[in-house]
């Protein structure tokens, strides 16, 4: 068992005992002796210093993440044009080890694909640019992605030619931009839509403990008033005050995925198999979740599987 995994189980047995008990450890700071007090004052001060070094660290994290994004950018920018069709790989290239798999296909799948090929040759069938609808197919594949899309959004999709993410230059306000690129099309002019999201890595004045990272403080995008791709169209502005740091929340999780999972591994988003490695993780938190549930409802524990490998 790792060191994660035994966190979870230490925390999970406490958390039942304290549910059993129906009471959690309680402190009455106010009744602390005076020295004790100032004690506790000058961690907290410690504390503090502590979330402000967190705070710097975050900041030369985003700025590693601007520095290697420079480095991955030629790889990426192959993928595009493979994508888009716009140059054909090598045979060199094309070749992957997985392609020892096909030979191990039933006998049955095996002749059902050489006759589905050769009805294709005998139509004439074109050979398709590029890999058409890759990034819609990735939209359609991932259930974050599939739910804000409407039916009038897919033929916009099938037009998506990259997403790429950029983040703010040095001494700059921390932020990362979205950029989503599409072939001229009759939907709208711009070949380019961008979403831009403005971070902050500081403790709150008014909570400073409470720091856990950088945050979203703002968005803005490009608006295109002829398509409905709601993610794409959400407004800051229109959201109601108490329902704007949900809303926040929300919208950054979205943006923080795609920049985060789905432009790093798009073809493995593409081909299914990186949506096995989301839904691991999916399993893993979901049983963390039931263990702080009801205890009442542990005879489900026994579906989960709590090992994790990091």
Not at 35 to 52: E, F, G, P
Not at 104 to 123: N, R
Not at 251 to 273: M, N, Q, S, W
Request: proline share 5%; hydrophobic share 35%.
């Amino acid at each position: 068992m790792s060191i994660y995994n035994e966190k979870i189980s230490r925390y999970n047995e406490k958390t039942r005992r304290q549910k059993k008990n129906n009471a959690w450890p309680t402190l009455n700071f106010h009744l602390l002796p005076k020295t004790v007090k100032r004690r506790v004052y000058a961690l907290k001060r410690l504390q503090l210093q502590s979330a402000n070094i967190e705070a710097k660290f975050y900041e030369e994290v985003h700025e590693l993440e601007r520095k290697y994004a420079g480095l991955y950018q030629p790889i990426f920018e192959k993928r595009r044009d493979i994508v888009a069709g716009a140059v054909e790989p090598t045979e060199e290239e094309c070749e992957w080890q997985s392609d020892r798999e096909e030979e191990d296909l039933a006998e049955d799948l095996q002749k059902k694909a050489a006759l589905e090929e050769k009805q294709a040759d005998s139509a004439g069938a074109d050979d398709p640019k590029g890999i058409p609808e890759f990034w819609l197919t990735i939209f359609k594949r991932v259930d974050m992605l599939e739910e804000m899309l409407q039916e009038h959004d897919e033929p916009i999709l099938k037009h998506l030619q990259d997403i790429t993410v950029k983040f703010s230059e040095p001494a700059q306000p921390m932020s990362f931009t979205l950029e989503f690129y599409f072939e001229p099309n009759s939907y709208f002019s711009n070949t380019v839509l961008t979403k831009v999201y403005k971070m902050k890595s500081e403790p709150d004045t008014a909570d400073p403990f409470s720091f856990e990272g950088p945050e979203i403080i703002d968005f803005f995008h490009s608006i295109i008033y002829s398509i409905n791709f709601h993610w794409m169209l959400i407004v800051s502005v229109c959201v109601q005050d108490e329902d704007l740091d949900f809303t926040l929340g929300t919208d950054f999780e979205i943006g923080h995925f795609f920049r985060e999972r789905v432009i790093p591994k798009a073809v493995l988003y593409f081909t299914g198999e990186a949506l096995e490695d989301d839904e691991s993780v999916r399993r893993l938190l979901l049983c963390v979740i039931q263990d702080l549930d009801d205890e009442g409802e542990e005879e489900d524990e026994g579906d989960c599987d709590h090992t994790v490998s990091i």
